[in-house]
């Protein structure tokens, strides 16, 4: 598990925790967190893909989603015009998050007003607009509508890596210059177009780690509420030590939560009962991480595919943590024995002075601290095993 610095900054939030319940009573610290968990449960997020025909925009649909196109369940592409109804998709590990292909915009009786309204233009959180070359009028129509109606949108030119393909065969290529001409283009035609201010993202849907993939991902989350956005970091795939930061702190605010749950049932006077909740509650939290760090066979497969790489190599970088799959009670009662026998002591230590003033409910602050030092110790690892990973894809 963690090592000393991770103990002590663990130590560090179990004194906070301490302050935090002598500050406000337990009962309101408990409400607060069902009620922020139930509310994190229910949210839901819904993203729009449009933009003419051929764009690419079902392959990234299926890219945000991290499945293959031709896999079971994966939307479906083609040269032709193959949506001709808005096709919802939800992400196959994030049910709360949906993707929504719509119909493509390349006719020439368009009509942004009338294909927003068709669309139900009102379920969606925001709109990403796609093309694959160049941005027609149809385009910044559909984005000054958006506008209007105070959504929000982004626009995408997608297929980057096959205009990449075609310079490289020149000489003196640069990567850095082709691309700033590519977003120089794509700009010049919005604003011939009558775009205001328009701002492109240059990606690839079969190689989200390059170009501006990173820099989407944290626009979109930047432009989220705090509901919604942690839903996104979770769901979105990780390709830098940044985006695992991201994502690690999205899920240090959840184990704060998840402990005070167990807290609150630990106060229940019933024999057992405490230790069987918290049981079902690390095992499944633990899978979580794992699924939500790409730690589980199925991303590994889809990540091998994508960057060209046998998954058994993939798989040999993850030396701390199991896979989700393999995550049972029985895992969970072997490493709490071995983390309760060394930290134990810690514990008791930090919430001794504290212990007389909660009375009967030593139960639920036992129930808490091993919850919280569970949890803090397994992302811990979950989040090295995942750097270990993006070092084996950048070999």
């Known amino acids: 598990m963690a090592g000393t610095n991770s103990n002590e900054s663990i130590k560090l939030q179990l004194a906070e925790m301490k302050s935090y319940l002598k500050e406000k009573h337990l009962q309101d610290a408990l409400a607060n967190a069902y009620k922020e968990l139930k509310l994190l449960k229910n949210t839901t997020l819904d993203i729009a893909f449009t933009g003419a025909s051929g764009t690419g925009k079902s392959s990234l649909v299926n890219a945000f989603r991290n499945v293959s196109d031709y896999e079971e369940g994966a939307a479906k592409i083609g040269v032709t015009q193959t949506t001709m109804d808005p096709e919802r998709y939800p992400h196959p590990k994030f049910p709360e998050l949906t993707l929504w292909d719509l119909p493509g915009i390349g006719t020439r009786a368009f009509k942004p007003r009338e294909y ?41 030119r997608n297929k980057v890596n096959q205009a990449m393909d075609a310079e490289r065969r020149k000489p003196n290529f640069s990567e850095a210059q082709t691309l700033a001409e590519i977003r120089k283009y794509c700009l010049s035609n919005l604003r011939e177009e009558g775009a205001v201010d328009p701002r492109v993202f240059l990606i690839s849907s079969w190689h989200l780690n390059m170009f501006d993939f990173p820099l989407l991902q944290k626009t979109l989350a930047g432009d989220l509420n705090d509901l919604k956005r942690p839903l996104l970091i979770m769901a979105m795939p990780a390709f830098s030590r940044e985006q695992l930061e991201e994502k690690r702190a999205a ?12 807290c609150g049932i630990g106060v229940i006077p019933i024999p057992g009962l405490s230790l069987i909740f918290d049981i079902a509650l690390l095992v499944s939290t633990m899978k979580e991480f794992c699924r939500n760090f790409g730690l589980d066979e199925e991303s590994l497969c889809n990540l091998a595919k994508r960057v060209g790489k046998p998954v058994d190599v993939l798989k040999s970088a993850i030396k701390k943590t199991p896979m989700a799959n393999q995550i049972n009670p029985e895992f969970v009662n072997s490493l709490t024995t071995k983390s309760l026998l060394c930290s134990s002591a810690m514990v008791l230590e930090e ?45």
């Open 116 to 156: 927003l309204e068709k669309v139900n233009f009102r379920k969606y959180d925001f709109f990403i607009i796609v093309a694959s070359e160049r941005f027609t009028m149809n385009d910044a129509m559909l984005a000054s509508e958006i506008q209007k109606m105070n959504k929000r949108f982004y626009f995408v």
């Open 251 to 262: 899920m240090e605010a959840l184990i704060w939560k998840r402990a005070l749950l167990s």
């Open 351 to 395: 919430f001794a002075d504290f212990i007389p003033v909660l009375g009967s409910l030593i139960g639920g602050v036992s129930s808490f601290s091993t919850t919280f030092y569970m949890l803090k110790g397994f992302l811990q690892d979950a989040v090295e095993d995942a750097e270990s990973v993006l070092a084996k894809v950048a070999e």
